[in-house]
């Protein structure tokens, strides 16, 4: 910082660091995804889209795409979360 014509140099206040260890935070909706990705009415439509990825990645040359199999998926993920997810925020 420069005042009428001298160089005063500006320090910022400085700031303590917390001893305590805070607690690492978990989303609860990563938690019921995992989950519900697992149960058996969203299984069969993740191997849809496993067996969608795996025909696209063995094709040089495809105008396929999965957006169908994971809009699927991931609807059946989201409806199961969307039942729990509620009661275990705070």
Not at 19 to 48: A, G, H, I, N, R
Request: with cysteine.
């Amino acid at each position: 910082m420069v005042v009428s014509g001298e160089v005063v140099a500006v320090t910022e206040p400085k700031v303590e660091e917390e001893e305590e260890e805070e607690e690492e935070l978990t989303d609860p909706q990563d938690e019921l995804k995992e989950k519900c990705s697992e149960k058996k009415e969203c299984v069969s439509l993740k191997e849809k889209l496993d067996e969608c990825n795996a025909r696209v990645e063995g094709r040089s040359k495809t105008a396929e795409t999965c957006v169908e199999e994971i809009i699927d998926f991931m609807h059946c993920v989201d409806h199961c979360v969307s039942k729990t997810l509620f009661a275990k925020l705070k």
